[in-house]
């Protein structure tokens, strides 16, 4: 069973820089793709960022494309998001999920605990 610890998490102003990391233990990380989801209070768990295995294909949620970057270390079984140019409106809990190259929360089963991500203005 894989298991994920992301960190990286804090506070910063708007206009700045995060870069969060999910390990993850496990065979199951072996050929699977990683993604990021966010969720904000009140609002449902939705999907940041994707790589496939060894990274040929991308996907990028259409809110942050162009300022965060989805990058993997598979020797290091780590998945990272950098996250440029933040705006208040990217506060949420970031989650990574280890699964299937997919943009639906559903199709995941393996989950970190998350960390939190506050963008004051």
């Known amino acids: 069973q894989v298991q994920l610890v992301e960190s990286g998490g804090g506070l910063v102003q708007s206009g700045g820089s995060l870069r969060l990391s999910c390990a993850a233990s496990g065979r199951a990380f072996i050929r699977s793709a990683m993604a990021w989801f966010r969720q904000a209070p009140g609002k449902e768990r939705e999907f940041v960022a994707a790589?496939?295995?060894?990274?040929?294909?991308?996907q990028y949620a259409d809110s942050v494309k162009g300022r965060f970057t989805i990058s993997r270390d598979n020797a290091k079984n780590t998945v990272y998001l950098q996250m440029n140019s933040l705006r208040p409106e990217d506060t949420a809990v970031y989650y990574c999920?280890?699964?299937?190259?997919?943009?639906?929360?559903?199709?995941?089963?393996?989950w970190g605990q998350g960390t939190q991500v506050t963008v004051s203005s």
């Open positions: 790589s496939s295995w060894e990274g040929g294909i991308i």
């Open positions: 999920a280890a699964g299937p190259l997919s943009s639906q929360p559903n199709d995941f089963s393996a």
